[in-house]
């Protein structure tokens, strides 16, 4: 059964916003592209550094720390195999909002 986690409204970020969620021991940045959700671990898989605060660029954020980019729709590193970072699926239904905690991929 899979576990899912609902935004609480003030937490939903508008189209071009982002939220920090703190889910048990998970942090969690939630990203509105375009009115599209994009949940990821909030741990850079390079060494650790927040991509809450990164800069965003279409799908693409770019952590602060060293500048690797990843892709917010599946995780991947530009241009690499590499690292990936945690992504989960979001569950959107009128207004609810859920993240599936257990669909998180693991670092590679
Ligand atoms: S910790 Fe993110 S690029 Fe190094």
């Known amino acids: 059964m899979k576990?899912?986690?609902?935004?609480?409204?003030?937490?939903?970020?508008?189209s071009g916003g982002r939220t920090?969620?703190?889910?048990?021991?998970?942090?969690?940045?939630?990203?509105?592209?375009?009115?599209?959700?994009?949940?990821?671990n909030d741990s850079c898989p390079h060494q650790g550094a927040s991509l809450f605060s990164g800069k965003l660029d279409g799908c693409?954020?770019?952590?602060?720390?060293h500048g690797l980019r990843f892709n917010?729709?599946?995780g991947c590193m530009v241009n690499s195999k590499l690292l990936k970072?945690?992504?989960?699926e979001v569950e959107q239904a009128g207004e609810q909002v859920c993240?599936?905690?257990d669909s998180g991929t693991k670092h590679e």
């Open 99 to 101: 993240i599936v905690l």
């Open 3 to 14: 576990s899912r986690f609902e935004v609480p409204q003030g937490k939903i970020p508008a």
């Open 72 to 74: 917010l729709a599946d």
């Open 85 to 88: 970072v945690a992504t989960y």
């Open 20 to 40: 920090f969620l703190q889910i048990g021991e998970q942090s969690i940045a939630l990203f509105n592209v375009e009115n599209q959700l994009y949940a990821i």
């Open 60 to 65: 693409m954020i770019q952590c602060c720390a």
